[in-house]
């Protein structure tokens, strides 16, 4: 009894084998012999034309660039078929305008599959979309080559011996715990500072913002366009400029009235304590410098305790021995110790005892 196809009711014939209980047309209908693992994608250097593929780059060397783009093609494509039915396949690369392959955005590739146990053949047309990176030898070789610069800078004048090396030994900690291996930073000193320059412009950010937010530190960020790639976006360069604020932890300010003394960093901003009502504030670097304050540094004098009662004490001054007579401090206080304070306003305000 001759068998017919369940599908489309046709004969086995010699010319009509079939699988699986089904025509052979009807069986590659279902499991086509070209279906991709997944969408292919392509990645060349934008300078040497090398392309990656499974990790590692391959350099074009004296290869034609279409020979060249066939082999890419082909790597990318064989592990990504995957027929039911053993197949041979064929690939062409269709060239629909001339245009030099460091314009691609994209290549079209005919494949042509044949099984490889019937009289059978597909075809269809691939699209393969390229993407730019700069291969490794093109990263290590081009010295000329970053994407991103930080700059570090003091508020005014030139950052100090202190605050450069705290921010170098803070960033190699942070590259060196990083589990990515990184080339060697490029660091220049500049007038006002150091400039470092970055092959990743993601890398350049996250370590600006670890920076600002370890030193309380100003952010700004520019960015200029330097080319094109070759696929026709722009390519840009990010500029971010760290700068230290004109003020410090430990510092003593007035602002409208009130003293305050600047406590620590955290997260990036600015812990302030009212030294006289002892109430907390923070402010963002950039809030703190947005407004109006007067550095009291150099009025803060030392202080001797020389009794103390249930509810005030005396304190004399170390500079000129004049003594006062305080309300107790809201913090435990002896007869003998020191303590800072600063004359403002016509009165003598004691500053809280180090948070360490
Ligand atoms: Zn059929
Ligand atoms: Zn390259």
Redesign the pocket.
């Known amino acids: 009894m001759p068998q017919n196809?369940?599908?489309?009711?046709?004969p086995a014939s010699s010319q009509?084998p079939f699988i699986e209980g089904?025509?052979?047309?009807?069986?590659f209908?279902k499991h086509p012999l070209i279906k991709l693992r997944h969408a292919p994608q392509a990645t060349m250097c934008p300078r040497c034309d090398a392309y990656r593929v499974s990790g590692r780059w391959v350099q074009r060397g004296d290869t034609s660039i279409d020979e060249y783009l066939f082999n890419m093609v082909c790597d990318l494509l064989d592990p990504l078929f995957a027929p039911k039915m053993p197949a041979t396949y064929e690939v062409h690369i269709l060239h629909e305008q001339e245009q030099p392959a460091t314009r691609l955005k994209q290549l079209r590739v005919k494949v042509i599959a044949d099984a490889e146990q019937f009289t059978f053949q597909q075809e269809d047309i691939i699209t393969v979309p390229v993407t730019s990176i700069l291969c490794e030898q093109c990263k290590r070789t081009s010295g000329g080559y970053f994407e991103a610069i930080l700059q570090i800078r003091a508020s005014t004048g030139k950052l100090s011996s202190y605050q450069e090396e705290a921010v170098l030994s803070f960033i190699d900690e942070r590259l060196t715990a990083s589990a990515q291996s990184q080339p060697p930073l490029k660091i220049t000193p500049t007038r006002g500072g150091i400039d470092i320059k970055f092959l990743s412009s993601r890398l350049c950010r996250s370590l600006a913002k670890a920076l600002a937010a370890k030193f309380g530190l100003l952010v700004g960020v520019s960015s200029k366009v330097t080319g094109r790639t070759r696929t026709g976006k722009t390519q840009s360069r990010e500029n971010f400029v760290v700068r230290f604020p004109p003020f410090q932890v430990g510092d003593v300010i007035a602002h409208e009235d009130q003293l305050y003394q600047i406590t620590g960093i955290h997260n990036g901003r600015y812990a302030l304590i009212d030294i006289e009502s002892n109430q907390r504030r923070v402010f963002s670097p950039k809030e703190l410098v947005g407004i109006d304050w007067e550095l009291l540094n150099d009025r803060i004098h030392e202080f001797m305790i020389i009794s103390v009662a249930r509810d005030s004490f005396q304190l004399m001054s170390q500079h000129d021995y004049t003594i006062y007579d305080l309300p107790h401090p809201p913090f435990p206080i002896a007869v003998g110790n020191t303590l800072s304070a600063v004359k403002w306003n016509d009165r003598l305000c004691i500053l809280p005892p180090d948070e360490t």
Request: proline share 7%; with cysteine; glycine share 8%.
């Open positions: 196809c369940p599908k489309c009711g046709r009509l089904f025509c052979q047309d009807c069986f209908d």
